[in-house]
């Protein structure tokens, strides 16, 4: 009989009616950043722990696995590399202006970027494996399925089957990106090729109007590529302020990306020289490369998850509480998989909070307000809190709208025709200030420090009185003294541009 722990209004109860012999207390499926951080910190709190994931190609996009999961394999940290070199090339232009003589030709070599980057990833995924085994957690290298509440069977690449049994069983098998349902898709790439491309593409069209495809729009443009970003929407970036939106698109197309709005592809065709995208307007454009963006899946098809009853939604995502615990009380799952927040550090997060309910006796919910994240193009943009639009659907009084345009100081010598653009979004009558966001140079590293303010609470006022650093594009934020706006913060139907 297996031992049942329910949480209940914040109190972990156990029905064990007879103590039960299991080979692990817990079996994560999954080692991606979840998965990793909930079987370190369950291990820490003594918990036998077992975890299971395939072991990856660094270049092949065949098999999605690898101890480090999307994150360091094929997102967050392959990118962010990507952007660093594509950055590069604008740093040196703006160079020459602050009196460096670049007097030979500049070129740049995708192969050795390439090649470091995937250095690098082997290196952390290494480390990733090392932290698992420092914390005592036993790594099998395989598929992992479901075959009972409290038992899993893993396939290790040779066709054996492994089989044990666990007190609690932790689903973190992310996501990976889906392709739309395109004539000739499968002439196109994802992320997951993009970040691995044998040749940097001349030409490149991008589908979606995503993080990712932001992203990829301004690593290829950024490293010389020719570039078609097309998107469903008026803007990009869906979700986001819609003012900050618009900034994204102005510096997309300063830097020279051919923006497609209310486009998408009806066909895919191969040529003798590049694959040619059909868009909806009839327009015929032909790239090296065409990249999907258009969002990613749950991973639950291949988990045996129906037959043991654990219930999806409709996205296909597993079903949790609060707590991250599915409708079988013996089973959990965290991050991607779950499509609440997929980001990186909200897994981290909701590992974390996994571990100290179950292993920690301390039951614990994570808390999704005032989440700080950003999207890496160049320059970035990075958001804390609510947006504009957010702010007035909330809010019942008045919304202050504080807004700073500027011309950061480096162009000034440089010669760049960029603005950074802040925002700060406050209740009037409470003085609280709901949102921030930034689009410009080092935003996410200023923003980071902005979500601490907000997680306080902060108030406009204290925003005023803090000392800015001087001279940097940080201070702004506490400089903006004249409203720019006041809106009334109700009836205003969601903008969904
Ligand atoms: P997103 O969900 O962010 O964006 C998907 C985009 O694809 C939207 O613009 C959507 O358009 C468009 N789209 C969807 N289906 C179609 C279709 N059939 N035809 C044309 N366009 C379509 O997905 P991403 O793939 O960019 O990223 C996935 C997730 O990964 C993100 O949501 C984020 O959580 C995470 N991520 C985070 C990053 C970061 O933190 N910097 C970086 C990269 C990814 P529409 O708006 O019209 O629906």
């Known amino acids: 009989m297996s031992r049942k722990m329910l949480v209940d209004n914040g109190e972990v109860s156990q029905t064990n009616e007879e103590e039960a012999q299991y080979d692990f207390d817990l079996f994560v499926i999954g080692a991606g950043s979840g998965g990793v951080r909930a ?43 990507l952007v660093y070199g594509a950055s590069l090339g604008g740093e040196i232009e703006d160079a020459r202006e602050y009196g460096w003589e670049l007097n030979e030709k500049v070129d740049f070599n995708w192969k050795k970027l390439l090649h470091k980057k995937t250095a690098e990833i082997l290196r952390l995924n290494g480390i990733y494996k090392r932290l698992l085994s420092n914390a005592g957690v036993k790594l099998f290298e395989g598929e992992g399925k479901l075959v009972g509440p409290n038992e899993v069977e893993v ?21 990976r990106a889906h392709r739309p349902a395109i004539p000739g898709q499968e002439f196109g790439i994802t992320s997951d090729e993009a970040l691995s491309l044998e040749e940097l593409p001349k030409r490149a069209v991008v589908l979606g109007g995503g993080y990712i495809a932001v992203e990829f729009a301004t690593i290829w443009r ?5 570039v078609d970003l097309l998107f469903r929407k008026e803007l990009p970036l869906r979700g986001f302020d819609d003012e900050m939106r618009a900034v994204v698109a102005r510096n997309l197309e300063g830097r020279g990306v051919n923006l497609h709005p209310r486009t998408t592809i009806t066909e895919v065709i191969k040529t003798e020289n590049g694959v040619k995208v059909i868009t909806d307007h009839g327009e015929e454009l032909l790239a090296d490369v065409v990249l999907f963006a258009t969002g990613r899946s749950p991973n639950t098809k291949r988990l045996n998850l129906e037959a043991v009853g654990v219930e999806l939604d409709q996205t296909g995502a597993v079903k949790v509480d609060e707590y991250s615990q599915t409708n079988i009380p013996s089973i959990w799952a965290v991050g991607d998989v779950t499509n609440r927040m997929n980001l990186t550090p909200v897994a981290l997060m909701e590992g974390t909070f996994f571990a100290k309910t179950v292993f920690g006796g301390q039951p614990s919910k994570p808390d999704y307000k005032d989440i700080p994240y950003a999207v890496f193009s160049i320059p970035p943009l990075s958001v804390v809190g609510l947006s504009e639009e957010q702010a007035i659907e909330q809010a019942n009084g008045d919304i202050s709208v504080f807004t700073s345009s500027f011309n950061p100081m480096k162009n000034t010598i440089s010669g760049r025709q960029e603005k950074t653009v802040m925002k700060l979004v406050v209740d009037a009558e409470t003085n609280k200030v709901l949102g921030a966001s930034m689009c410009g140079p080092d935003a996410p590293e200023i923003m980071q420090g902005i979500a601490v303010a907000l997680k306080c609470g902060a108030t406009k006022e204290q925003f005023d009185s803090t000392v800015g650093i001087h001279p940097s594009a940080a201070e702004e934020f506490v400089t903006m003294r004249t409203e720019s706006r006041r809106v009334s913060g109700s009836g205003k139907p969601k903008t969904n541009l």
């Open 39 to 81: 079987s370190r910190f369950s291990a820490n709190y003594g918990a036998k722990v077992g975890i299971c994931e395939l072991p990856f190609h660094p270049i092949s996009s065949e098999v999605i696995g690898g101890v480090g999961g999307t994150c360091v394999i094929r997102g967050c940290v392959p990118k962010k590399i």
């Open 222 to 226: 950024g490293m010389g590529a020719s």
């Open 155 to 175: 396939t290790q690449l040779d066709g054996t089957k492994l089989s044990y049994s666990a007190k609690h069983i932790l689903i973190a098998t992310g996501s």
